[in-house]
Nanobody, 125 residues
Framework: QVQLVESGGGLVQAGGSLRLSCAAS????????MGWFRQAPGKEREFVAAISWSGGSTNYADSVKGRFTISRDNNQNTVYLQMNSLKPEDTAVYRC??????????????????WGQGTQVTVSS
C-alpha cells in the first residue's frame, strides 16, 4: 500500500508559478512510476505529467509542455510538479498517482494504482 499526500496548491495570478509536492509513504516508492493528473469542474480527469522510477524519463501533456516540470527525490519519497507561466485554464484539482508496474509513462488514469486526495490550484486572470 502507498499513501499519497499532495501540498503546495493555492491561488496565483496568471503568469505566476507554483510548486506542488506529493509525499508518499512506504519503502517501495522508488520502484513506482509517478504521475500528476488534474480535473477541472465539469471536465474529465486529465493527464499532466509522469516520471519513471529513476527520474530519467518524463512525459508531458502537450498543454503543459515547456511550462511544467516533474521531478522526484527518492530519498525523500516525494514527487514534485513545478508549474510556471500559469494560465487560467490550468485551474483544477491536481492529484498525484503511483503506478506499481515499474515501466511505461502512461497517460490514462486506470494505469495507476494509488491516488492522493488532491490539491486545488486556482489561476486568476
Amino acid at each position: 500500500q502507498v499513501q499519497l499526500v499532495e501540498s503546495g496548491g493555492g491561488l496565483v495570478q496568471a503568469g505566476g508559478s507554483l510548486r506542488l509536492s506529493c509525499a508518499a509513504s512506504g519503502r517501495t516508492f522508488s520502484r513506482y512510476v509517478m504521475g500528476w493528473f488534474r480535473q477541472a469542474p465539469g471536465k474529465e480527469r486529465e493527464f499532466v505529467a509522469a516520471i519513471s522510477w529513476s527520474g530519467g524519463s518524463t512525459n508531458y501533456a502537450d498543454s503543459v509542455k515547456g511550462r511544467f516540470t516533474i521531478s522526484r527525490d527518492n530519498n525523500q519519497n516525494t514527487v514534485y510538479l513545478q508549474m510556471n507561466s500559469l494560465k487560467p485554464e490550468d485551474t483544477a484539482v491536481y492529484r498525484c498517482a503511483a503506478r506499481q508496474k515499474p515501466y511505461g509513462l502512461p497517460t490514462m488514469p486506470y494505469e495507476y494504482d494509488y491516488w492522493g486526495q488532491g490539491t486545488q490550484v486556482t489561476v486568476s486572470s
